[in-house]
């Protein structure tokens, strides 16, 4: 918790609110802070989308947020990425974000254990060179990360150091193998110490650095219990070796200090050798982008590094060339593999008029592309950042482990401590007791712990990114994989959203004159239906427009000439009383049909002038989509704006559930909130900007890619084809991540549950102690890692 204490009366704190369009919501967010304690005054102001407080020394941030928060609306702020090094376990991660959490002006602050990384959210003016001097108050290295989606490969882990350790161990754990066979013998003394030394002090001392930090930090740590442990095991051995120096030295434990090192240090090697496999994904994308393109300026063709271009230049793409920046093709026509970019496996057509993403392949044309989008802005950019936000999160389930490794390594030295006083009380054996505390404290590592939940993160949502799927948070994640009713938008989503004038019915009979007359209301409209007209009609009617009136969720109205004209649904007809009577059976045989229906009448004395109908195709792959949902045992819901009778005939022919028709745009968000009575997890599917406020408003958002940028803002799953089957995708590969996550934490609770007895009574030698530790983590990240071989159900 972020808490601002001050010296002073008071203290002026300013930071961004996203989300508010009007004065009510400025009145709404005031009225919010007024009621949090410690604030005395709240200025909102709307233009700058901002709130500045005058606030007390028992303000609290957190409370300030959730008040926003509660009132329907968004806090920004400043994120900044830090690399962290030095973090070895579950417990570092819980120091790292206290840490970073107690700087003055921190709102949120998340750390990968996976990435060694930091996800910091600033608001107030907060100086992130506060962060870099908290972590290292805490005992780790920060470094500040410029560029967010240069996600780096986690931090290398070099071999050498477990060759050299069990070259050095090899020869103590020889004798334990002779005696197997009957033959009793030990190396010496001294060559014993001088094989052990190098192992515990020179390639163990990061342990010793690591937990001294630790302990500088009142905390504890992985490294401070391996410290500990194998200390005692290599001291134990010096007091023997002193103790029975006439005799040989007696019996020593030198390889149980140096193996259970080496055992680490191999176990430490492998987990940062499978945790690069999980970031690979970020990695195969930030390699799509070229380093130059080919710019032609002055009719001369130069290759430029990709800062330079800028927007509006023409870039060359030749064959087999990667397309370096998102734009429009201006010339020419190829064949474009985006498999990387939406996971279709199948090359595009594109033509002159086409949009083009940078890091598509050109396949056999020359195209000549005008530059849209450059840097953060391009679609390849905003991908990268949608998938290392949701690795870089944390999934709710995360809360869990972080409450258990706060207590976990104290907990441990405690049980160590009992289980020395215990083995010394009850038998006399200080030895057995020493060794049996050491076991203890070596097999108890929090390093499953740790990293259980963000592989799987990781490894899940890098593998959905690869198959079109972009999921925006950790959260997401973990909650579409109880989704138990989707909720589809129709146009655009299970339809094509290119709907095409079908038929055209005047009241006086002159259909040619009703197209003009509807064609000239729409001019410049980039409404689907409009466009079917304007497509339809050569030549709108001669007159000036004006006075046009967009009419959410019923039409428009506008003038030409003076006289005033609606055009809209049948909703619209009944506000303004408009009689429909004359051209009824009209209208429910083209709804017969499946087909969406629009009036056309005179304002002034509400005459009807006739009657227009659309069709719009529905999507091939419609049917596998609600028929592969169902295999999941999810319901299946229609939301759509058409009629009735359109709106039924469709979910039909697709076997949808449920049907919610005649909806206006801002009542989506109320079907969504009533699918969710009773519990229900519900996800909303589309892809326009009357669909924001339904995705926010489900558990789940899913806005298809080929809709607007408010749509996916809005949404936490972006789908990156217009392919209505990538739901059932997402949900499939949430459900397949989750359970990864609760084997990962099973396993890794069950272990310290079932390892730590053992190891206390006595039954697990410190070197068993010290693999199975290592075994632990590796066996956790490989787990995770399976995720990777996943691939989506084609529809039957």
Not at 106 to 133: F, I, M, P, W, Y
Not at 152 to 162: D, G, L, N
Request: proline share 4%; with cysteine; charged share 15%.
């Amino acid at each position: 918790m972020s808490r601002f204490t001050s010296p002073a009366a008071s203290q002026t704190l300013r930071f961004p609110v996203l989300g508010m369009t009007c004065a009510s919501c400025v009145l709404r967010v005031e009225k919010a802070l007024h009621k949090v304690p410690g604030i005395h005054a709240a200025n909102v102001n709307l233009a700058t989308e901002s709130v500045t407080l005058e606030t007390g020394a028992d303000f609290t941030l957190t409370d300030a947020h959730a008040a926003i928060e509660r009132a329907g609306y968004q806090v920004g702020g400043d994120n900044v990425n830090l690399g962290i090094q030095g973090m070895t376990c579950a417990s570092c991660v819980s120091r790292v974000e206290k840490a970073l959490l107690a700087v003055p002006g921190v709102t949120a602050a998340s750390v990968n254990l996976a990435t060694e990384t930091a996800r910091v959210t600033l608001s107030g003016g907060s100086d992130s060179q506060l962060l870099l001097a908290a972590v290292a108050k805490a005992g780790y290295r920060a470094s500040l990360r410029e560029d967010a989606a240069a996600t780096p490969r986690p931090h290398a882990t070099p071999w050498w150091p477990v060759a050299v350790a069990a070259l050095l161990s090899l020869p103590l754990v020889l004798p334990m193998f002779g005696g197997l066979v009957g033959e009793h013998w030990m190396l010496p003394a001294w060559l014993q110490f001088l094989l052990a030394t190098p192992v515990q002090f020179w390639l163990g001392a990061r342990f010793y650095r690591a937990g001294w930090k630790a302990l500088q930090a009142r905390s504890g740590n992985m490294d401070l219990l391996v410290a500990i442990g194998t200390s005692a095991a290599y001291g134990l051995s010096l007091y023997q070796w002193w103790l029975h120096a006439d005799h040989g030295g007696g019996h020593l434990y030198f390889e149980a200090s140096a193996v259970v090192i080496t055992l680490v240090l191999l176990g430490k090697w492998l987990e940062a050798r499978a945790k690069q496999q999980t970031t690979a994904a970020i990695r195969a994308l930030q390699a799509l982008r070229p380093a130059t393109a080919r710019v032609r300026r002055d009719g001369v063709d130069v290759d430029l590094p990709l800062p330079l271009v800028r927007l509006g230049d023409l870039v060359v793409v030749r064959p087999g060339e990667r397309v370096a920046v998102d734009g429009v093709i201006r010339e020419g026509s190829s064949q474009l593999d985006e498999s990387m970019l939406t996971g279709e496996s199948l090359p595009v057509s594109k033509q002159a008029g086409d949009a083009v993403t940078g890091g598509a392949i050109n396949h056999d044309g020359l195209l000549l592309v005008e530059t849209r989008a450059l840097g953060e802005d391009s679609t390849l950019a905003r991908i990268i950042r949608m998938v290392e936000d949701a690795q870089a999160g944390k999934a709710p389930v995360q809360r869990l482990v972080d409450r258990v490794s706060a207590v976990f390594v104290p907990v441990v030295l405690l049980i160590a401590v009992l289980t020395l006083a215990g083995w010394w009380w009850f038998s006399g054996d200080v030895e057995q007791a020493i060794l049996n505390a050491v076991a203890v404290l070596v097999i108890a590592c929090p390093c499953a712990l740790g990293l259980a939940t963000p592989t799987a993160i990781m490894a899940g949502t890098g593998v959905a990114a690869r198959h079109g799927i972009l999921i925006k948070d950790a959260e997401a994640l973990e909650l579409a994989h109880g989704v138990q009713v989707v909720a589809f938008d129709k146009t655009g989503t299970l339809t094509e959203g290119k709907p095409r004038l079908m038929h055209a019915v005047a009241a006086n009979g002159d259909e040619q004159a009703l197209l003009q007359l509807a064609a000239s209301l729409q001019q410049g409209s980039e409404h689907p239906l409009a466009q079917a007209v304007l497509n339809a009609v050569a030549t709108p009617a001669p007159g000036k427009l004006s006075g046009l009136q967009a009419l959410p969720g019923r039409g428009l109205r506008g003038d030409i000439d003076g006289v005033g004209y609606l055009l809209g649904n049948q909703r619209l007809m009944q506000e303004q009383g408009i009689e429909l009577s004359s051209l009824r059976s009209d209208q429910q045989q083209q709804e017969l049909l499946g087909r969406t229906v629009s009036w056309l009448a005179r304002a002034g004395d509400g005459k009807l002038l006739g009657m227009l109908s659309f069709g719009d195709s529905v999507k091939p792959a419609a049917s596998a989509a609600i028929g592969q949902l169902h295999a999941l045992g999810i319901r299946s819901v229609m939301i759509s704006g058409d009629n009735r009778a359109a709106a039924r005939q469709v979910a039909d022919a697709l076997g949808i559930d449920e049907v919610i028709a005649e909806v206006l745009p801002g009542d989506k968000a109320g079907h969504i909130a009533h699918l969710r009575q009773d519990g229900r997890r519900v996800a909303m599917v589309g892809d326009g900007v009357n669909d924001a406020p339904a995705l926010a408003a489900a558990d789940v958002g899913m806005a298809m890619g080929t809709g607007t940028d408010v749509a996916m803002q809005a949404a936490g799953v972006t789908l990156m084809r217009g392919d209505p089957t990538l739901v059932a995708q997402a949900i499939a590969i949430s459900r397949l991540t989750y359970g990864k996550i609760r084997q990962n934490l099973f396993w890794a609770f069950i272990f310290n549950l079932v390892g730590i007895p053992l190891a206390a009574l006595g039954m697990l030698s410190p070197i068993v102690a010290g693999a199975a530790m290592a075994l632990s983590s590796v066996s956790v990240v490989s787990n995770a890692l399976l995720l990777r071989r996943w691939r989506p159900a084609r529809p039957h």
